[in-house]
């Protein structure tokens, strides 16, 4: 009978340490200021629980690390299929920008990571992972679901606890969202009046698409089905494609030998990226049936997808760092601690300079949520933005949504820049490690340039 209990043992102990992070949250005012997410703190207990310090709870490491893994793409699946509001033109150009943005700075940290941990396995640590570096961007502009998956699937080709070393490096970025982002909200908030920004009652108001949806019952009682199973099938439909999706590609890879493995493994990490495209697709196919009538029933629910998807997030969260390896951290210290905290400084600056670039409203804003985005999560994000925008007058929330759509479709061939740079390990061929550097030089060059000449030539049409 307690064998029946152990397949559930890491989701019971994941709630309570919850449930713990609630208590505190409430009880602390400190916990209260520093805006620090309920899941961190709850993350942190299981870290200070668990094995790795005190020893009262054991986890197992395994079933946390594929539970993250699923939480993550269900999450994502989550959000693609909800339906989104038509937004004006100038709502557009921002999410349109946002987007760029997002894109660049996982070009940027991946630039500054690779040459970083290349430059330290060609010197100081000869037997370091050369790809070791491209999880910064994973683990700091994606968070830790990713960086777990993909520092995983690099196990199979060689590199040694990538997974919880993509978790640590996910940990400090959270750290650098939290520790620094709060002292930066309060810079700029007195830097306003310096950078000629006007008064927020002055300010164009430009309406945001509410984040918390309202829930209206789409599933007829006649069904006899409740609306959060309908919500839950959809999620296992596209999750069953994307699975016999992966399957299919990996065959048709097989052929190209070392390359299409390690791109077919790359891929198995970034399923997220392919059951969000699915989703995307299954939302798409649904609305068209309802335009033609053949269709009578609206199954998604925007408020029930979002409590999903937040809840999934949440629990990835909490386990993402329930499961670190402090011995791991401790075997790797330099090249993290050097990588996140480069990774670190260089977010820092580069939001503050692209934002005051590329918008023309609520640049502040835009600065403290693009911040928590490129050093952290949404959640860390929107928790930063609500110290500043506590009732949403600004069109940032909506823009972080809409442009992390406008990411996906550019941020795909990073996945075979990735596998170009892994296969230059695996198949011990060096030269592929600075072919990789060289497109994301290139590829970075020409967004960036786009961007930056785009926003310039409508700020001067403005004038």
């Not at 990571?113 to 790809?131: D, E, Q």
């Amino acid at each position: 009978m307690l064998e029946m209990w152990t397949s559930v043992q890491e989701y019971i102990f994941l709630s309570l340490f919850l449930i713990i992070a609630i208590i505190l949250k409430r009880k602390i005012r400190f916990l209260q200021r520093f805006l620090i997410p309920t899941s961190i703190i709850a993350g942190f207990i299981g870290l200070i629980l668990g094995s790795e310090i005190l020893n009262w709870i054991q986890l197992d490491i395994e079933k946390l690390g594929t539970l993250i893994y699923h939480l993550m793409a269900v999450g994502f699946i989550s959000i693609a299929l909800k339906e989104r509001a038509t937004t004006p033109v100038n709502h557009r150009r921002d999410n349109v920008n946002t987007g760029l943005a997002i894109i660049t700075s996982y070009l940027a940290q991946g630039i500054i990571g690779f040459a970083v941990s290349l430059s330290l396995a060609y010197t100081f640590l000869p037997r370091l992972f050369p790809p070791f570096g491209l999880l910064l961007p994973l683990g700091f502009a994606q968070g830790p679901g990713q960086a777990f998956s993909i520092g995983t699937s690099w196990e199979e080709l060689g590199f040694s606890n990538g997974g919880n070393i993509g978790l640590s490096i996910a940990t400090i970025g959270f750290l650098w969202a939290i520790i620094f982002g709060i002292p930066l909200m309060n810079i700029l908030v007195r830097k306003k009046k310096a950078w000629g920004l006007e008064d927020r009652e002055k300010m164009i108001r430009l309406k945001s698409v509410d984040i918390e949806e309202k829930h209206t019952e789409n599933i007829p009682k006649r069904m006899f089905i409740d609306s959060l199973t309908v919500q839950v099938v959809l999620i296992g439909v596209v999750y069953l494609i994307t699975y016999f999706a992966l399957r299919g590609i990996s065959i048709v890879l097989a052929p190209l030998g070392e390359y299409g493995y390690t791109v077919a493994q790359l891929l198995w990490g970034f399923h997220f990226v392919i059951a969000t495209m699915f989703a995307i697709l299954v939302r798409i196919i649904l609305n068209a049936l309802k335009r033609r009538n053949w269709l009578h029933i609206k199954y998604p629910d925007n408020y029930i997808l979002q409590r999903i998807s937040s809840g999934s997030f949440d629990f990835m969260i909490v386990a993402a760092i329930a499961a670190l390896s402090i011995a791991t951290f401790r075997e790797n210290w330099l090249p993290i601690i050097l990588i996140t905290t480069l990774g670190g400084i260089f977010s820092l600056v580069y939001t503050v300079f692209l934002c005051r670039r590329i918008y023309t409203n609520y640049i502040i804003e835009h600065i403290v949520g693009l911040y928590g985005q490129f050093t952290g999560t949404i959640t860390t994000s929107m928790a930063l933005l609500r110290e500043i925008d506590p009732d949403s007058e600004s069109n940032v929330p909506e823009n972080l949504v809409l442009g992390g759509a406008v990411a996906l479709p550019l941020g795909v061939p990073l996945m075979f820049i990735l596998g170009l740079a892994v296969t230059g390990y695996s198949a011990q061929k060096p030269v592929f490690y600075f072919y990789a550097l060289a497109i994301f030089i290139l590829y970075l060059a020409g967004i960036l340039a786009y961007l930056l000449l785009k926003s310039r030539r409508k700020k001067t049409v403005q004038q």
